[in-house]
């Protein structure tokens, strides 16, 4: 069955400091893999995606994920914590064929420290 | 730049009221989606539209129905609310393009609280 792994329910990082953000996903099929933030109260942004042409992935607000076939893994990165990047992410998976079904990760809540 | 509506971004009902939420989108997307959203839980299908007039359930339909008479408009509904339906409702489209890879669309939503 595909699912998604988001490892850490809650993640502290003070400013300035690199963010790791884990996501491990399963799957039958070649997946098609998001991550999209949310700050409170708002729907869901776009970060990244990752489309099978290149397995490093650059996003919007200095963000980058790596594709990991081996590793099942689809780790969010970030150099350098900024006070703004505080939200909840969401790692995704969808199926490349076929059903337009998203399987959503149950959110990583991101502080970031002054 | 592209644009997902949702008709109130705050909600309150009574137990047993028919509610409506509205979504509106202006990309002139095929596909349609309603999510609810709780703490620890991460999104849940409850309804997708891959066409007007077409419709497929998610993971959690009950409860829940759906309409969509137009393109660009997907409607969810409480037929009788009831004080687990509490929770975020998101709204998200996506084009239907074949071989790419098409990421979600989402509206601001609906935080709905039924007392």
């Known amino acids: 069955a595909q699912s998604v792994t988001q490892l850490d329910s809650h993640v502290s990082v003070s400013e300035g400091t690199p963010v790791l953000l884990r996501c491990n996903y399963s799957?039958?099929?070649?997946?098609?893999l998001f991550w999209y933030v949310q700050h409170p109260n708002k729907g869901l942004q776009l970060l990244l995606k990752?489309?099978?042409?290149?397995?490093l992935v650059k996003g919007i607000n200095g963000f980058e994920a790596e594709f990991k076939k081996s590793e099942t893994s689809f780790h969010l990165t970030k150099p350098s914590a900024h006070m703004s990047d505080a939200a909840e992410y969401f790692c995704?998976?969808?199926?490349?064929?076929?059903?337009?079904?998203?399987?959503f990760g149950t959110g990583t809540r991101l502080k970031v420290l002054a | 730049d592209v644009k997902v509506t949702q008709s109130s971004r705050y909600l309150v009902k009574r137990t047993g009221e028919k509610v409506f939420l509205e979504c509106v989108q202006d990309?002139?997307?095929?596909?349609m989606f309603w999510y609810r959203q709780d703490p620890g839980l991460g999104l849940r299908l409850i309804y997708f539209?891959?066409?007007?007039?077409?419709?497929e359930k998610g993971d959690i339909p009950e409860g829940y129905s759906v309409s969509r008479e137009k393109k660009e408009r997907f409607s969810l509904i409480l037929e009788s609310a009831s004080t687990n339906q509490t929770s975020m409702y998101l709204c998200?489209?996506?084009?239907?393009?074949?071989?790419?890879?098409?990421?979600?669309?989402f509206g601001p939503g609906t935080r709905l609280t039924v007392l």
């Open positions: 539209s891959y066409d007007v007039k077409m419709k």
């Open positions: 990752y489309t099978s042409a290149a397995t």
């Open positions: 799957s039958s099929y070649s997946p098609s």
């Open positions: 998200a489209s996506t084009s239907r393009t074949s071989g790419s890879v098409d990421e979600q669309f």
């Open positions: 995704v998976l969808k199926f490349t064929s076929g059903t337009y079904k998203y399987i």
């Open positions: 990309m002139d997307h095929e596909n």
